[in-house]
């Protein structure tokens, strides 16, 4: 059995991946989220009610785990640093981590270019999360989803360097990927992937 941190657990990514794994495996959840009242929860879950950008909040949160995901939006290059921190303090080193495809400019034009960080900005504090992921000792996996759809798991995997393989990628092809990775150390590891719709 393993013990699994999701940080944003209440969020539309978050929630998926939380139902994959309460549904194909036995392991334990901590549901840690800023509003922890919405969910409700299963004899396998624990509730943490908490701020990411708190340390003391994190480490309540990181004790015994064996492995963390993160699917959060906002400022995640600060994001990341905490939780990267609260991970070494706290001797977790499995790192799932939800950013975006663009971040490596690895769009093709016949995908839609215009998504890369070169012309979107926005994109900034997500490569910037990555690179302090990549920076880091832990033994992580940077995820980089096309945009997110409804439908069957049916995806494929583009590593970092490759060109990003499509526009988006169904929500349950990314909890999918996610239940894997958790399953298996080595799964991805030291690595920063794209998934898309095949």
Known sequence: ??????????????G????????ETDN????????????????????????????S????????QDA??????????QFAK??????DRNNVSRLLFITSMGIYNEIPASVGSNGNLSSNGVLRPYREAADVIE???????????GWFTNGPVNY??????????????????????VEKAIADDTYYSHDSVGLNAK
């Open 28 to 55: 334990r959840l901590t549901l840690f989220a800023r509003s922890a009242s919405r969910l409700n929860v299963s004899d396998r879950e624990t509730v943490v009610a908490g701020d990411v950008t708190k340390d």
């Open 1 to 14: 059995m393993t013990n699994v941190l999701i940080i944003g657990a209440t969020g539309t990514i978050g």
């Open 135 to 145: 920076a880091s000792d832990l033994n992580y996996t940077v995820i980089r989803p």
């Open 82 to 87: 905490r939780i990267v921190a609260a991970m």
């Open 156 to 177: 494929e995997i583009t590593r970092k360097g490759e060109p990003f393989g499509g526009h988006d990628v169904s929500i349950s092809s990314i909890a999918d990927f």
């Open 68 to 77: 963390v995901f993160v699917a959060l939006s906002g400022p995640l290059d």
């Open 57 to 64: 909040d994190l480490d309540k949160a990181m004790k015994g």
């Open 16 to 23: 998926a991946v939380r139902q994959t794994l309460l549904k």
